[in-house]
Nanobody, 114 residues
Framework: QVQLVESGGGLVQAGGSLRLSCSAS????????MGWYRQAPGEQRDLVAT???????NYDDSVKGRFTISRDNAEKTVYLQMNSLKPEDTAVYYC????????WGQGTQVTVSS
């Protein structure tokens, strides 16, 4: 069974930075595509960024140039570096992968004050 555990959320002022981490409990982590999603109150859960096992990345247009997804396969961890944060980035951020079925972490709250 795969477990994902996020950390690193918090309260930050607009223009600030945060780095989210997601640790995975699976030996084949390096082969898995990992993703970050976010869900604001009353909104659907939307894709933020993905990274394949080979390191190819994809970003939603709203975060391009501000957010960077990366991974450390030895540590079985995926990161989301978030710079130039805006109030509209406020959401619960979820780590995701697919291993026989979609797997989600518990989420970490990011709040950006104006």
């Amino acid at each position: 069974q795969v477990q994902l555990v996020e950390s690193g959320g918090g309260l930050v002022q607009a223009g600030g930075s945060l780095r989210l981490s997601c640790s995975a409990s699976i030996s084949i982590f390096s082969f898995l595509t990992m993703g970050w999603y976010r869900q604001a109150p009353g909104e659907q859960r939307d894709l933020v960024a993905t990274i394949t096992g080979g390191g190819d990345t994809n970003y939603d247009d709203s975060v391009k140039g501000r957010f960077t997804i990366s991974r450390d396969n030895a540590e079985k961890t995926v990161y989301l570096q978030m710079n130039s944060l805006k109030p509209e980035d406020t959401a619960v951020y979820y780590c995701n992968t697919y291993f026989t079925k979609p797997v989600w972490g518990q989420g970490t709250q990011v709040t950006v004050s104006s």
